[in-house]
């Protein structure tokens, strides 16, 4: 005979059942929003990607232009605006920087005094740089910063005696620091092969070829756009963005089938 005991009991098993059931519809319906939520923000992003990536190659068209619509490459600023995306872009000549490959001891020790290091770690550094190009000198002598320097500073890795590949491969230095590559990085450049141009060269660069006496090339303005660095910045009403930062460099004149060769292309550190 069925009692009020069983009833109750069995009704509460059917509550605790459909309070299971719901909790389970909300925590499948709350996945479901989120992964929806999280495809679309990948799709926003590779959007604005595809917009900062073109953004390169409008800089790059403007700059090419011979039109009044030529793009100079001193650092303007230029904005554009394609429906609900704001893209920021930039061109910047390599000619105002300073070559670590082809630099003088005295203007790479110049250089660091200038971005602020001390006279001794100017000068361990600059032997260091020199090191990494050239780790014996021309008796086979090892230099300071050579391979025994990094093996006993427990470095996995020493000079391979090579010209810097990229201006961050100074950061693999022996004694430059994240703070030091920071402050040094900005003015250096591996694509530009002379001293710098003065009407392209920040104040750093300036004091630093002053302070050893170098003269700025003259003539230098007519190739200071054969190699720039270009920024691109897309940014949509959310305030999401995307950054491209481009080297690129300029064919010459009789090359209109590639008109540009890219150098670098990367996200900007940080960004």
């Not at 800089?59 to 904005?79: C, I, K, M, R, V």
């Not at 070829?209 to 660095?229: D, I, L, Y």
């Amino acid at each position: 005979m069925r009692t009020m005991t069983d009833g109750g009991f069995a009704l509460l098993i059917v509550l605790w059942t459909v309070v299971l059931l719901s909790f389970l519809a909300f925590a499948i319906a709350s996945a479901g929003r989120g992964q929806i939520h999280t495809t679309d923000l990948l799709r926003l992003h590779v959007r604005l990607q595809q917009e900062a990536d073109g953004g390169v190659w409008e800089a790059a068209f403007h700059l090419l232009d011979t039109s009044a619509g030529h793009w100079g490459a001193d650092g303007a600023d230029h904005l554009i605006r394609r429906g609900n995306t704001r893209l920021d872009l930039r061109i910047t000549s390599e000619a105002g920087r300073i070559n670590p490959n082809i630099a003088s001891t005295g203007l790479l020790l110049a250089l660091l005094r200038a971005t602020g290091s001390d006279m001794h770690e100017a000068q361990a550094l600059t032997l260091n740089i020199r090191a990494w190009r050239f780790p014996a000198s021309s008796d086979g002598a090892l230099l300071p910063g050579g391979p025994a320097a990094y093996v006993a500073a427990g470095l996995p890795y020493g000079p391979p005696g090579t010209p810097f590949q990229s201006v961050g491969e100074l950061r693999l230095v022996l004694g430059m620091t994240p703070v030091l590559a920071a402050r040094l990085i900005p003015h250096l450049s591996i694509y530009w092969d002379d001293e710098p141009v003065v009407e392209q060269a920040d104040p750093v660069v300036r004091q630093a070829m002053m302070s050893v006496g170098n003269t700025f090339p003259t003539g230098g303005m007519a190739r200071a756009e054969q190699v720039v660095s270009i920024e691109s910045a897309a940014m949509d009403r959310s305030g999401a963005r995307a950054f491209r930062h481009a080297i690129i460099m300029k064919a010459p004149a009789d090359n209109a089938a590639v008109p540009v060769r890219v150098l670098e292309w990367d996200i900007p550190e940080g960004k």
